[in-house]
């Protein structure tokens, strides 16, 4: 599982992260909500 913090996310890079194991897909800036929700699906598996 991978959770994936960028600041040049697009639709094709969202697309792929649902496809594969990713946990979380977070644009930058990061908000503080997101990064706990991705950690909290990630430590849940």
Known sequence: MKTII????????TEEAALSDTVGFINKPLQREALEEALEKAFAS
């Open 6 to 13: 960028t600041g040049h996310g697009d639709v094709s890079q």
